[in-house]
């Protein structure tokens, strides 16, 4: 009896992960060129980096070769605070995994997400799709803008770009 109720468990726990891919929204990853966030606009990070909430990173510039210091200090940071939710392949966790992520989504919607997910919880109905298939709200983890850039480096670095 026992047994029967811990396979229907992980059944059901099977069925929840399988429900949030994450890997079901195609958005255009059109790269755009130019420089840093847009300081002018809305409140600008702070020396440390922080966000406030009414401020979006706009542009993210791109380098191939990818920065391999960035890439390192990505990874560290990914360790410690993100892939005891997040794999680095596609299988959820409890979030997406982040194979591919760096195609489906926007290089700003990633820094963005990683930096201020309660702004982009509250706007931006991709997040707010997500946030409905992963029934799990992503806590703020105190990430500057800086370190949200190594970490995308590190995705891109994960998905396969030199
Ligand atoms: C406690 C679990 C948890 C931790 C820790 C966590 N996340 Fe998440 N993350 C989630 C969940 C759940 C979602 C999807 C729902 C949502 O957005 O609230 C998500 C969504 C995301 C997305 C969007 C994924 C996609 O497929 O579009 C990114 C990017 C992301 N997280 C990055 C990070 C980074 C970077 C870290 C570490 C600094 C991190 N997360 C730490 C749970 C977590």
Wanted: aromatic share 4%; proline share 5%; net charge negative.
């Amino acid at each position: 009896m026992q047994k029967i109720t811990q396979i229907l468990g992980i059944l059901i726990l099977g069925f929840i992960l399988q429900s949030c891919s994450g890997s079901g929204t195609t958005t255009e990853n059109t790269t755009t060129p130019v420089g840093k966030p847009d300081a002018e606009e809305g409140g600008a990070p702070d020396a440390s980096g922080k966000v406030s909430p009414d401020y979006a990173i706009k542009e993210v510039e791109l380098t191939i070769p990818l920065e391999a210091g960035m890439v390192e200090e990505g990874k560290t940071i990914s360790e410690m605070k993100c892939t005891s939710c997040h794999s680095l392949a596609e299988n959820r966790l409890v979030g997406p995994g982040w194979k591919g992520i760096t195609t489906r989504r926007k290089p700003e919607w990633i820094m963005n997400m990683i930096t201020n997910v309660d702004m982009m919880l509250a706007e931006d109905e991709e997040a707010q799709k997500m946030l409905e298939e992963c029934l799990v709200r992503m806590p703020n983890q105190n990430i500057t803008v800086a370190e949200s850039r190594s970490i995308l480096e590190f995705m891109r670095h994960n998905d396969g770009v030199q």
